[in-house]
Each structure stands twice: as structure tokens, then as C-alpha cells.
């Protein structure tokens, strides 16, 4: 009898091929969307969750606290529930509601910071609650177990997908565990394969990409996995996620338009090759928000 768990991951890996047409070059996605939780944070909430229990650091009685912009929240939530684990999943005011009432339908306690303090006054505010004790912070954003997850399962899944073929892995970087464990796996194979990351451009706000400031520069981060640093504007992101939809049958968020576009940037410059993106998740967490108007 299989569990929850065991439909993590080994998710479709698709050709993109309205959006891409041209000769010697393939554009493929990962799709995301299709685990359990509905995004490729399952992942990572899995083996950060798993791994403290394993290590005896989540005791019995003391509550996880996360600061979250929403995948990994929802992601943590179902985890933590098929622990019996008590959750409290802090996260900017300007969440879309589809995000704040799953979290909440999983049984886990919302707490809402200002949007003006983004995702560093989230932070801030889940550093104090630990200090209160009772609390684990499991902090995507230093946690080995994030980017482990994705050496063991994403990194194998995109190599034995394409028989080994990947020449270019292209990824939105927000706590940056996907491109992280998935260039260390991808180049231990072939280091001539090219690591792409995807960030917004200065301004530019796209859910589930960030463009850190330095003192807020996710630990897990190595700069030196990444051979390559794309920009993306908000308006590219969310004319790429359209046409994901339109053209293409993908119903996605603005994190993979933004990392599709920033593919379609590169493949401009490519004679041949075969580049595989992540598609993060699916659209329906995005409706109550102006992205498909």
C-alpha cells in the first residue's frame, strides 16, 4: 500500500514546442505541478521535515514555525500533517487567498506580516518566535535538506527523462534548493551541462523568485553551481505564463513563465540543444490574483 509520499516526485517532463520552434533546439518542462501538494516545494518540505525527525531535532511536542511566500507553506502543511505535526506558516499580507485557506485547510495556524516588510520581515518575525522556544524553524533557506531533495529525486528524474541528453537546466531561484541540488547531481554526470537561474529584474516582483539583498542571500546558495544568471522582467513573466496556458496547455504560475522566458532568452542564443525548465506549480493558486486577466 503506497502513501502520500510516494507520489512525490517522478513528475512529466513535456515538450514546449508552440513556444519554442526552432531547428536543433528542444525546450522541455518539468511539471511541477503534478505533485501531491501541487508544486515542486514538496520536494524539499519532505526531506526537511523527514530529515529533522530522523535526527531527533523535532521533539515530541515542539510546534514547526517556517516563513514561507507560499508553495513551501502549502508543501509543509501536507507534510506536516502526515507527521501529526503542529505548523504555523508566517507570510506577507499580499499572499493570494487561494495560498492562505489551503495552508489553512491542511490544518495549519496562518500568520499574515505587512507587505511592505516582504519576505525579510517574515523572516524576522519566525527568528523571534524560535527564540521563545517550543518552535523548530526548519529555514529553506540555510537547510541542506532542501537542496538534497532535489540532488536525490529532480537532478536524476531531468537526466534519466532526456537519457542524458540535457545540455541546459534553467530554474527560478527563490530559496534556491531546486538549482542548487539539481547542478550538483547534473554536473557530477556532465559538467559541460549549463546551469541557468532565473531572478527578477530590479523592480520587478515576481512570486517565488527573488532578487535577495545580500544580507538576506539564502545560505544554500553557492554561486559558483550557477554558470549562468537570466533576468526577467514582471511583465515578461506574466506574458509568458499566458501564453504557457494558451499556447502550450501548461496552467502555471508566474514563476515559470518567468523561467520559460528567461529560456526563450537563451535558446535565442543556441544553435542546438536540449534545455529542460521547471515548471514550479500550477495556475489555479493564482486566480484571485490579476495574473490571467
Not at 506536516?80 to 492562505?100: D, G, H, Q, W, Y
Not at 511592505?116 to 523572516?123: F, K, N
Not at 541546459?168 to 534556491?176: I, K, Q, R, W
Amino acid at each position: 500500500m503506497q502513501s502520500l509520499v510516494d507520489f512525490i516526485g517522478k513528475t512529466p517532463l513535456v515538450t514546449l514546442n508552440r513556444i519554442v520552434n526552432k531547428p536543433g533546439v528542444q525546450l522541455l518542462g518539468k511539471l511541477e505541478g503534478h505533485n501531491p501538494a501541487g508544486s515542486v516545494k514538496d520536494r524539499a518540505a519532505y526531506g526537511m521535515i523527514k530529515g529533522a525527525i530522523d535526527r531527533g531535532e523535532l521533539k515530541p511536542g515542539m510546534k514547526l514555525i517556517e516563513a514561507t511566500s507560499g508553495n513551501t507553506g502549502i508543501a509543509l502543511a501536507m507534510i506536516a500533517r502526515l507527521f501529526n505535526v503542529e505548523i504555523e506558516l508566517v507570510m506577507p499580507e499580499n499572499a493570494t487567498k487561494e495560498r492562505i485557506q489551503t495552508m489553512e485547510a491542511y490544518g495549519a495556524k496562518v500568520i499574515l506580516t505587512s507587505e511592505e516588510g516582504s519576505m525579510e520581515e517574515a523572516i524576522d518575525y519566525t527568528l523571534a518566535q524560535v527564540e521563545k522556544g517550543g518552535y523548530l524553524m526548519l529555514n529553506q533557506f540555510g537547510n541542506p535538506d532542501n537542496y538534497m531533495a532535489h540532488y536525490r529525486t529532480t537532478g536524476p528524474e531531468v537526466w534519466e527523462d532526456t537519457a542524458g541528453k540535457v545540455t541546459h537546466f534553467v530554474s527560478s531561484m527563490g530559496t534556491t534548493g531546486t538549482i542548487m541540488g539539481v547542478s550538483r547531481f547534473l554536473k557530477e554526470k556532465n559538467k559541460e551541462v549549463q546551469i541557468v537561474g532565473v531572478q527578477p529584474i530590479e523592480g520587478s516582483h515576481i512570486p517565488g523568485i527573488r532578487r535577495w539583498p545580500e544580507a538576506y542571500l539564502p545560505k544554500i546558495f553557492e554561486r559558483e553551481r550557477v554558470d549562468t544568471i537570466i533576468d526577467v522582467s514582471e511583465e515578461e513573466a506574466v506574458a509568458m505564463t499566458k501564453r504557457l496556458a494558451k499556447e502550450e496547455g501548461v496552467f502555471a504560475g508566474m514563476s515559470s513563465g518567468g523561467a520559460v522566458a528567461a529560456s526563450l532568452k537563451l535558446i535565442n542564443e543556441l544553435d542546438s540543444g536540449m534545455v529542460v525548465c521547471i515548471i514550479c506549480d500550477r495556475g489555479d493558486r493564482y486566480l484571485s490574483s490579476d495574473l490571467f486577466n
